[in-house]
């Protein structure tokens, strides 16, 4: 079974800051996924990568496939970006593995 | 619609009562998944269609749970005998065809709350 650890589980930052959340996994994949889910709203999926690096916006995501670890960085994080930011791995079929999420708080 | 939609988006029922969710994919999506989200918790795989077939449901946690997509479309998850500990999201995602590199897109969930 693929273990999905994400880190930090929380996260308070101040406008304007550098946002780093970390997606560490025990086995291989096929695919992972950056999502993000509002309190009280579905999942929206910001990035499936599978190797490198992909940017959208502010939002940049990237995967080491030897080290199987991904990180999303948030560039000048703003209050509208608080949610939680929910890491999921693909194997070698269809079904996704999911972190826990990080709850990411960010204040004016 | 544009998107996966869901209903209800809450439901509270009493312990014991049965309750079916609605999960309404992309027009066209051959996959649909349903996952389970408790409090604090990552998504959980409950099963998984293709069109109107049901190759997985190795996660639905009890016989209580029934899933069914009979015209390969819409797709209820049926509850029966609901306990507390059944309270949670339910959310259904849809993709465009079967296959590891396709995006699963994700509808609003519908939180149940069992009293």
């Known amino acids: 079974k693929n273990e999905v650890e994400q880190s930090p589980q929380n996260l308070t930052a101040q406008e304007g800051e550098f946002i780093t959340i970390n997606c560490s996994y025990s086995?291989?994949?096929?695919?992972l996924h950056w999502l993000q889910q509002h309190p009280g709203g579905g999942i929206v999926s910001l990035f499936m990568?599978?190797?490198g690096k992909k940017k959208h916006g502010r939002l940049i995501a990237t995967i080491n496939i030897q080290e199987k670890h991904s990180s999303l960085h948030i560039t000048a994080s703003h209050p509208r970006d608080s949610a939680v930011y929910i890491c999921?791995?693909?194997?070698?079929?269809?079904?996704?593995?999911f972190g826990k999420g990080t709850l990411l708080t960010v204040n004016p | 619609g544009a998107g996966v939609s869901q209903s209800p988006r809450y439901k509270v029922a009493k312990r014991g009562q049965d309750v079916a969710l609605r999960c309404d994919p992309i027009?066209?999506?051959?996959?649909l998944f349903w996952y389970q989200q408790a409090l604090g918790q990552g998504p959980e795989f409950l099963t998984y269609?293709?069109?109107?077939?049901?190759?997985?449901k190795s996660g639905l946690p009890s016989d209580r749970f029934f899933a069914e997509r009979p015209e390969g479309s819409v797709s209820t998850l049926k509850i029966q005998r609901t306990q507390q500990e059944d309270s949670a999201v339910y959310l259904c995602?849809?993709?465009?065809?079967?296959?590891?590199?396709?995006?699963?897109?994700f509808g609003p969930g519908t939180r149940l709350t069992v009293l």
């Open positions: 995602a849809s993709s465009l065809e079967w296959g590891r590199h396709n995006e699963q897109f």
């Open positions: 086995v291989g994949i096929s695919a």
């Open positions: 990568l599978s190797s």
């Open positions: 999921a791995v693909r194997g070698s079929n269809y079904k996704l593995t």
């Open positions: 027009s066209g999506h051959v996959s």
């Open positions: 269609f293709q069109n109107e077939a049901q190759l997985d």
